[in-house]
Every structure is written in C-alpha cells, then in structure tokens.
C-alpha cells in the first residue's frame, strides 16, 4: 500500500508564500494522477492541482497563476508552491494519488493565511 505524507503547511500572512511538500512511499508517478485537494470548515473537499503521469497540470480557477504543482520523480516528492496567498486558502491540504485501482490520501497539512 502507498502512503503519502505531506508537511510544509503553518501560518502565513495574506500575500506570503508557502511550499508544500508530499513524499510517496514508493516511486509511482509514473501511474498515477496527483493532486493536491483541500478542504475549509464547513466545505467541501477540493481539487486545486493535479498533474498526470505524462506531465499534464490543472488547477482550480481560484489559484491559477498563483499555485503550481511539480514533482521530483528520483525523490518520489510532490510540491505545492503557492504564492500571493489571500484568506480564503485557509484550509487542510491534502495530497492524493489514484491510479484507477486504487486512491489514497494523506493525513493533510493545515495553511492558515491571516488577513
């Protein structure tokens, strides 16, 4: 079974930076689709990047030209590199990895941005 641990999330101020991470137990970016979802109080769970297997991105319209996902396929590490952070990307984050038979998720990382 993977399993994903993601780390990087904390508190930052409106505008700030943050960078999250998310390392694979084993190499498998070459099968799966990864995204990064996230969730507010009281909402529901959200895609805000993916990247598929042949190197293809997509982003939710709220953080486009201001989040982009990569990875590192030696180091199996998956990345979220979000900038001018507002408010409402206060949320847990979540890595999640599915290859079609089967889906798993991290434990998330909570990115509070104060206003």
């Known amino acids: 079974q993977v399993q994903l641990v993601e780390s990087g999330g904390g508190l930052v101020q409106a505008g700030g930076s943050l960078r999250l991470s998310c390392v694979a137990s084993?190499?498998?970016?070459?099968?799966?689709?990864m995204g990064w979802y996230r969730q507010a109080p009281g909402k529901r769970r959200e895609l805000v990047a993916g990247?598929?297997?042949?190197?293809?991105?997509n982003y939710a319209d709220s953080v486009k030209g201001r989040f982009t996902i990569s990875r590192d396929n030696v180091k199996n590490m998956l990345y979220l590199q979000m900038s001018s952070l507002k408010s409402e990307d206060t949320a847990v984050y979540y890595c999640?990895?599915?290859?079609?038979?089967?889906?798993?998720w991290g434990q998330g990382t909570q990115v509070t941005v104060s206003s």
């Open positions: 999640n990895a599915n290859s079609g038979w089967w889906d798993v």
């Open positions: 990247i598929t297997p042949g190197g293809s991105t």
């Open positions: 084993r190499s498998i970016f070459s099968i799966a689709i």
